[in-house]
């Protein structure tokens, strides 16, 4: 298939362009670069400096490369940033994602994966979480993606020939051997642990622990960046006409912070320099997917389960690049 890729420079987007790489699919990369990197792109594919409101230029690229089906990674993702500028995250990531449909029905491609979030459940009075539960987004970033899927919805109803699937990402985590996470700033647990081992930061503060968990630390469910990227292969695979298919993905258990905290240090081999701190708003003390749809229907098995070992692939990712994609002389990476 001819797949665009948007958000394809990013972390998970370009996992996601080596997995379609090897399974034999053809690959074009938008992103503009806004967050992403160059470098995390192959130089073989084709490569768009583009914008998701450049609905022109987004129609000419689906035409020139008979695009078939679009993964849209895309997207703005700080939930703090989004609450300080709820309209630049509307904008980009909503309106975004409207001005990239609209290309797609211009030129008649029928096929969309996108990105979400669990994000969008909010603060969910159950876990496991089911794609049942209801969600009730409490910050602008998980409504923008909400608002898209909703959009999606409302477009496979108007034309039978449509077909997508969204993603309900849990923490992702991990890396591939030469592409990683690099996120300025990184506002995720485990590359900040790892930075707390490297020096980069003092310390890690750990938001809360009375929680009512075994240990007092919140919860979370992380799933390895190449199992998450495979149940999009696996998806937009299996996408025919008509579908309106949402799927959790996470490992389903969760992972409780000193958990992770302990883990990296098995890891490392060095102490986390850490302290503790109050809770944080918003912050649930559980949250963790129940993934058997997924599994059932498209068939997808998480490969790396064990926490250590996403921890590991991580770890040789920042150790083997220490500054992320740049060049060590032009580092900026914040202490
Ligand atoms: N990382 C996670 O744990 C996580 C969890 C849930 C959902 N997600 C979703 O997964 C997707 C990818 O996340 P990521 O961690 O790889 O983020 P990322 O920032 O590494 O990648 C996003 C990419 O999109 C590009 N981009 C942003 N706005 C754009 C625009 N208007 N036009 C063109 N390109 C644009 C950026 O330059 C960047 O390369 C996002 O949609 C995010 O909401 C991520």
Request: with cysteine.
């Amino acid at each position: 298939m001819n797949i665009l890729v948007t958000g394809g420079a990013g972390y998970i987007g370009s996992h996601a362009v080596r997995k379609l790489l090897e399974a034999g699919h053809l690959v074009v990369v938008l992103d503009n670069l806004s967050y992403g990197h160059r470098d995390a792109v192959p130089n073989e594919i084709p490569f768009y400096k583009v914008d998701l409101k450049e609905t022109d230029r987004i129609e000419e690229i689906l035409r020139k490369h008979n695009i078939e089906a679009v993964m849209h990674f895309a997207a703005l993702i700080s939930v703090g940033e989004s609450v300080q500028k709820p309209l630049l995250y509307y904008r980009n990531n909503t309106a975004g994602a409207m001005s990239l449909l609209e290309a797609m029905e211009r030129v008649g491609v029928k096929r969309f994966v996108f990105s979400s979030t669990a994000a969008t459940y909010g603060e969910p009075e159950e876990t496991p979480i089911f794609e049942t539960t209801k969600q009730l987004p409490i910050n602008p970033y998980g409504r923008s993606k909400w608002f898209v899927e909703q959009i999606l919805r409302d477009i496979a109803v108007s034309d039978s020939e449509f077909g997508f699937v969204a993603f309900r990402y849990f923490n992702v985590a991990g890396a591939d051997g030469s592409i990683g996470e690099d996120h300025q700033p990184e506002t995720h647990l485990i590359p900040l642990v790892l930075f707390a081992v490297m020096g980069k930061r003092d310390k890690i503060t750990v938001f809360g622990t009375d929680y009512p968990t075994p240990d007092g630390t919140c919860i979370r469910d992380y799933v390895h960046v190449n199992d998450l990227v495979t149940a999009h292969v696996l998806g937009i695979e299996a996408l025919s006409n008509g579908d309106a298919r949402f799927y959790n993905l996470g490992i389903g258990r969760g992972y409780s912070v000193r958990e992770i905290l302990d883990a990296a240090k098995n890891v490392t081999g060095q102490e986390i320099p850490t302290v503790l701190g109050s809770r944080r708003e918003g912050d649930p003390a559980r949250l963790f997917a129940n993934s058997d749809k997924v599994q059932k229907e498209l068939g997808w098995q998480p490969q790396h389960t064990n926490i250590e070992e996403v921890i590991a692939s991580a770890w040789h990712w920042h150790t083997t690049h220490p500054n992320g994609y740049q060049e060590p002389e032009t580092s900026s990476l914040p202490k």
